[in-house]
Structures are given as structure tokens and as C-alpha cells.
């Protein structure tokens, strides 16, 4: 295991001492937890969003809580969930008056413990609302059971416009549901990663293997094969998305070609242009494209892609809202 | 190799069509050569600031090229320098009036070319100034054959404020001199990385072995032993950097903390926590914290450590200025 790190048993809370030493103008912890992260700059009268999940993928899940975007985030161990009472003490300290809008990946444990953390808040007369990304095409068939990967972004992003517009809950939910609906994603794997404190690879792959549809936290993909050239992953990727969720000629998406943690940005720009090739030979748009690391797997080498529609011009203008977090800052 | 391309030929070809496809609202290239990189949005009367140099350290150089930041990058081949007709091309397009600073790190092919250019642009009468970046302390033991790494970053920020603040190109370059006077880098890798068209590592490192003082093309470090831990390695680079440029206690400093490629952004916060313990210890106050990738060397693991020393206020003005680049915003 190459990592700098100091003892396994403390890389999160090692991990988030060093975010609120370095951003602690943006970013705070409560109730003497660091893994209870919340904005600094709460806005009295928004509808609060909060997501949370496993650590292992950042920027995902902590690195979307800021101005535009997230007021919360509830942080699990590695790969693992939050608990239901860190994810109630977030939607404690961020509700703002207008309600609750859980928004995070379609995992099991991460669905319990939010819901969970929703019968609490009703408890204390917290309205909440609750919304999964299950963007990852190859993960499933059924797309209910779809796992959230790299574009739930899309799903931050337009549903953080929204709420920093002033919309109400259901408004904000709504928001989050139309980039949901539009967004797909397929992600492949060349190597992968190391759970500190498992401190060996949880799957292999050879020295010239690949895993097309392999999950964010090691899940069977499905096919291992021989590393395919960047021209065809992006043949192969935008056949399955475009097969899942038809984009017709002369419609604009956003794109997001997203590093998985040790591919180079330079590999992930070839990408893109195998990407944009396909994509002006079918005369899809591109709105904007996003190229960089949004969602990762530690040292995972590999890359997704994912596509989201724009369905109307409303949903251009919250794609085009600044932010600005610890993690992404959009002008 | 396990990378996400096509021919290794075309490596830097089609990184850079992709760069054009995904931002050409905000660059391009002259000359019908890709190479030939310029921002999309000159400013008539600015000083302008053009850098340059291999390919396969993004966002370096090319990635800093926007408003508030640079105006211009010749282009490499992978580790290699762009020729001088290159850097030539992008100061006749970028110049605006008030000459050009040539800003780029301190490697001997990029400053045979960069001189070159200059004496081509003095031809035809466009001022010109150079300056190079050479932070690595354990690079050399004499400052001014040192390599330029991460810490060109904080040059660039503070030169380009200036620029943008409409700075006469001695001021200009006197904001770089006072940037490049204040900033030390100490870098250490726990991987190599692959030039594409070679196919393997340039160096080897064993299972638990990494390399203090690496430079960023696989120069030889000034020890490779045992893996250490986030803190040790800190304290390491710390007492380097000091030890070269000592700190006052009460001083301020920014802090750089770059990912080389491969490491997580989960590590660089486990190390931004380690090097923060030891400055607060000293009563050296932090002004701003920066972590993430600033300079890579493709799929290196590894990450350096950068202290900018902050000199007056007007220093701290020019690292506060807004940013927009393809690869770096800062609101």
C-alpha cells in the first residue's frame, strides 16, 4: 500500500482535520463530530440540502457543501455509511425554516440511516424530502436499483441553483429529480484501490485488464478484457448511454468526463475529445463540459462518463449558477 | 501501461483538441498549430504573461491560462520544451501593448527557447522580460540552478493580479521576482510515471520504497528509502523549507499542498493536516491554504509541499484577486 498517511484507523479523521485547518472560513463541524460537516455561511430561509456517504471519494460527498451547492454532509468510514444520528445532527444545525432535501448516492446502508435520520427530524417538526442518485447504467438493468456515481454533480448542482434561488421544497426536489431523470453515466476501471486499513487491493486486475462498469467502491463491472483505446471506451460508453437514454439530433447535453483518482487529467482530456468526436458526428450539443476529478475511488486509475440532458433553459441557468465550496468554485 | 489513449503519437495532439472542445470559450490556438495556446479573451493594454513547457504536468502550465492569470503557453512535447517559433507565435498574438513576461520554469531546452523568442520578439520591437521559477530546495543546494515545480503557481498568481490590476511590465515582473523570492517547494514521490511513447517507468521504486526530492520528470531525489509516514514527512520538508527560508513566528505564509497525479485528494488533506500541526506549532499563521493538483507529472504518486512567505499586503491582494481558467477558478 503506497499512501502518505500516518496510522490506517485514523485517515478519516485525519483527512477532516485537515479540510477545517485549510477551509475553515467555508466549513464547520457540530456536536464535537468532525464527521458532522456543514457549511459556515448558513442562509436563513433556504431550503437545506444535505447528502453524505462513504470517505474515499472526494471531492464526493463533502466537496459539493458550499455557497450554490450543499449546506451539509454527513461523512461514513471508508466506503461506509453515515449514521442516521451524524446525519440528523447536520439537518439540526443547517435546516434554515424551509425543510430538508436528502440527496445522495442509491447505496443500502446510506438509505437506511437517512431514512432513519428523516423520522427523526419529523420528530422535531423538520420537514424533510429524500432523492437518490442511481446514474451508473451498467450497474443495473432496472434503473431504480441503479448505484449513484459522478452524476449526482448534476443533481447537486441543479438542485443547490435552485434552492439558492428561493424555490420551496418541493421545487428543490423537483430540480434534483429533472437532472436525475436526464443523467447517465458509465465508468470503467484500470486498476484498483487500496481501504487503508484493509491494506491490499479488494479485487486484481492484470497487467494489460481492464473493468468496464466496475463500481466506485470495487463492485464486479461487466466484462473484464484486454485495456481498450480511449476512441472505443468512448464508442462503447456512449452506446450503452445513449442506448439507456436517447439524445436526439440537435439536443445539447453537459458532459462530465470524470477521473476516478489516478488517471491523469491528460488521459481524461483525450477522453473528452474521443467523447466530443462521436457526439458532434450525431449532432449532439455539448452546453458545457466538465473534465477533472468529481467523483473518485482513492488511487482507483479509471475514468466515467456521464451525460446529462438539458431539458429546458431553466436547467441551463442552474448548470451556469456560480459556486463556490472548499472543492469546486464555478464563476 | 495503463492508460486511456490511442496512438502514444498522439498523446499530446489529442489532450489538446480535447482542451479546445471542452473550453473554447475561453481558448485557443494560432498559427493552425494546437501548440500555439492563447486565451480567447485578450486585454488590449496589459502586460502579457506567457509561460510554457513539456507536456504532462496539468493544470501546468497551459491550465493557467485565463483571466486575472496568464495569456499565453507554448506547448511540449511530453517532458520536452516548445520551440522557440512556438513561444514566438503566441507573444505576436497575446502582446497587447505593453510587452510580455516570460514566466516558465527553470529548465535549460525551455530557456534556450525562451531566449530565442525573446530575441525574435526584440526584432520586432515587442518588449520583452523573463523570469523562471526554481522552488525545488533539494533540486540543488544553489537557489538560482534549482527546478521550477508547484511553487511557479504562487509567480503566476501574484504576477497575474498585478498584470490584470494593469501593472507596467516591470511591475509585473517585480510581483514575480517578489512571488519566486518567497516560495520554497519540497516534492517526494512514491511512484513513477510512464512517458507514453517510451511505454514504461523511467526509474523504479520498490513496494514500500519512495524517493524524497524527486523532480517532476523522474529526476533523481536525494534519497529513496522506506515509505514514511504523512507526518514525518512533513516534518522532513518542513525543516527543509525553513531551513532555506526561515519563517518568523507571527509570519504569514499561503500553503500549497500538490498532488503529483496519482495520490488521493483524501492523502493531500492527511498531509495538509501534518504540515498544519508543526506551522502552528512554530506560530507560523497560515493566510490561505491551496491542495489539489497544481503540477503533476501524469500518474506519479507523490506530492509536494509549497510555503509562500507573505511579504506586505499587497502580496496578499494579488492571491485574494479572482481567477477563471479552464482548470483553476478562484471566486
Not at 186 to 206: K, Q
Not at 299 to 314: P, T, Y
Request: with cysteine; proline share 4%; glycine share 12%.
Amino acid at each position: 500500500m503506497k499512501k502518505i498517511i500516518n496510522a490506517p484507523e485514523n485517515y478519516v479523521d485525519e483527512m477532516l482535520q485537515g479540510i477545517y485547518a485549510a477551509h475553515g472560513d467555508q466549513v464547520k463541524y457540530v456536536n464535537d463530530d468532525l464527521r458532522c460537516y456543514c457549511t459556515a455561511n448558513k442562509k436563513d430561509g433556504k431550503v437545506a440540502i444535505i447528502t453524505g456517504g462513504g470517505t474515499g471519494h472526494l471531492p464526493l460527498f463533502l466537496g459539493y457543501v458550499g455557497d450554490g451547492m450543499l449546506d451539509g454532509c454527513g461523512v461514513g468510514g471508508v466506503f461506509q455509511s453515515p449514521s442516521a444520528e451524524q446525519i440528523y445532527n447536520v439537518s439540526k444545525e443547517v435546516e434554515a425554516g424551509a425543510g430538508i432535501l436528502y440527496l445522495y448516492g442509491n447505496y443500502t446502508g446510506d438509505i437506511m440511516n437517512f431514512d432513519m435520520a428523516a423520522e427523526m427530524c419529523e420528530m422535531d417538526d423538520i420537514e424533510t424530502r429524500s432523492i437518490v442518485g442511481a446514474d451508473d447504467v451498467n450497474s443495473n438493468a432496472n434503473p431504480d436499483t441503479r448505484r449513484g456515481v459522478a452524476g449526482i454533480f448534476f443533481m447537486y448542482k441543479c438542485a443547490g441553483a435552485k434552492a439558492a434561488q428561493g424555490g420551496t421544497l418541493d421545487e428543490v426536489l423537483a430540480a434534483a429529480q429533472k437532472a436525475k431523470d436526464n443523467t447517465r453515466t458509465v465508468g470503467f476501471a484500470l486498476t484498483p484501490c487500496v481501504i487503508p486499513e484493509v491494506g491490499h487491493p479488494n479485487f486484481t486486475l492484470g497487467e494489460n485488464e481492464m473493468a468496464m462498469g466496475m463500481g466506485i467502491h470495487g463492485e464486479p463491472g461487466i466484462w473484464n478484457g484486454p485495456i481498450k483505446t480511449a476512441d472505443e471506451l468512448a464508442e462503447e460508453s456512449l452506446n450503452t448511454l445513449l442506448g439507456d437514454m436517447p439524445v436526439a439530433e440537435g439536443e445539447e447535453v453537459c458532459l462530465l468526463i470524470n477521473g476516478l483518482g489516478a488517471t491523469s487529467v491528460e488521459e481524461l482530456y483525450i477522453l473528452c475529445n474521443s467523447v466530443r468526436k462521436i457526439l458532434d458526428g450525431k449532432g449532439i450539443k455539448v452546453y458545457r463540459t466538465f473534465v477533472g476529478e468529481y467523483a473518485t475511488s482513492m488511487e482507483m486509475a479509471g475514468a466515467s462518463i456521464s451525460i446529462c440532458r438539458m431539458a429546458d433553459d431553466e436547467m441551463k441557468a442552474q448548470i451556469d449558477m456560480p459556486v463556490k465550496t472548499p472543492f469546486y468554485t464555478q464563476a
